[in-house]
């Protein structure tokens, strides 16, 4: 069973961390891109970061611009785990974050990605 479960999630206050963890199982994680997206109720799902195949020398960060500086991707291969280590949170960063598998880190097109997680809600007080 092709399965990614996200975990992580929790209450944070404005200017905390928190590190989300994105484990994979019946696949490897290191021969897709990963991308880690977040939805607000009512709002369109948003691409917030993605690491491409991580098995590749020329493997790929990209960054929403909106969490550029804050957050930062890494993977274990070992684990087949997917990271999403997030900085200096926002109140407007509250959100249920998901991680998903696709060929490609196109963070605009969710459509593009598969094996959705259930989600992990984070919730960053002022």
């Known amino acids: 069973q092709l399965q990614l479960v996200e975990s992580g999630g929790g209450l944070a206050q404005s200017g905390g961390s928190l590190r989300l963890s994105c484990a994979a199982s019946?696949?490897?994680?290191?021969?897709?891109?990963i991308g880690w997206f977040r939805q607000v109720p009512g709002k369109v799902r948003e691409g917030v970061s993605c690491?491409?195949?991580?098995?590749?020398?020329?493997?790929?960060?990209v960054y929403a611009d909106s969490v550029k500086g804050r957050f930062a991707i890494s993977s274990d291969n070992v684990k087949n785990t997917v990271y999403l280590q997030m900085s200096r949170l926002k109140p407007e960063d509250t959100a249920v974050y998901y991680c998903?598998?696709?060929?490609?880190?196109?963070?605009?097109?969710?459509?593009?990605?598969?094996?959705w997680g259930q989600g992990t809600q984070v919730t960053v007080s002022s």
């Open positions: 998903a598998r696709s060929a490609t880190c196109l963070l605009a097109t969710p459509e593009g990605f598969s094996s």
């Open positions: 690491i491409s195949r991580s098995d590749k020398s020329d493997s790929r960060k």
């Open positions: 019946g696949f490897a994680l290191r021969y897709y891109a």
